[in-house]
């Protein structure tokens, strides 16, 4: 037996490499691609969920929306359709995690600024004090391409129900009147059907931003292989 396996060592070292090629191709083949999660109202946090959404499990999207950016225009659902995009939102005098939000958004932003298929939206929890020409000042003080940024501003309830009944990204805060919010420092990621996918990412964690870059190549990837 001795001898056999010096007479053929070389034949069942090849023989042991190409099982084990084999094997790794065939386990690859099983593996299959990294996928985003779909998500839905009732796996967030309620703190951060409109009563009327609680308990909603399936089928949620963006609800359409009309609001006004840096320029002036008028921003709606359709400047989003068919695009990936990640949604936060601050306010411009916000001394506290709005700029570290802002500068990991730029992030973003330096990432797939040459991408069409990717944009941002960033919307003003105090729209009152956030007009047109204060959020031209601080989109040109931050750096924001505007083709690929907006931030935007408009009635507050409409901007309070985005926030609680489609991005699942405020809190509602009781001492401050009916649509009064407490913005968190959450970044969703939303998908060209306007769906929330894989999880919030904290806004202020430069690995958290990461994580979310990694994520959109990862859902960019998933729609050109449906095309495929």
Known sequence: ????????KWRILFMVILCS??????????????????LQPD?????????????VKKYHKIAPFELVNQNGDTITQADYQG??????????????????????????????????????????????VDSVAVLREYADRKGIIDSK?????????????????????????KYGGENAMIHTENFLLVDKEGRLRER??????????????????VLKESYRNEVE
């Open 149 to 173: 940024w907006n931030l935007v501003t408009g009635e507050r309830k409409q901007i309070y129900d985005l926030a609680r009944k489609s991005y699942l990204a405020v809190k509602k805060n």
């Open 83 to 128: 695009k990936i995009y990640v949604a936060d939102f601050f306010f411009t005098t916000c001394p506290t995690i709005c700029p570290t939000m802002t500068k990991n958004m730029t992030l973003i932003q330096e990432e797939f600024k040459d991408d069409p298929e990717v944009l941002l939206l960033s919307h003003s929890v105090t729209p009152e």
């Open 1 to 8: 037996m001795r001898k056999f396996f010096e007479d053929n």
């Open 21 to 38: 090629g084999i094997m790794a191709a065939f386990q690859y083949a099983l593996t299959p691609d990294r996928t985003l999660a779909i």
């Open 43 to 55: 796996q967030f946090d309620p703190a951060l969920v409109d009563d009327s959404m609680l308990f």
């Open 200 to 217: 919030s990412y904290d806004g202020t964690d430069e690995e958290d931003i990461q994580a979310l870059i990694e994520d959109i190549y």
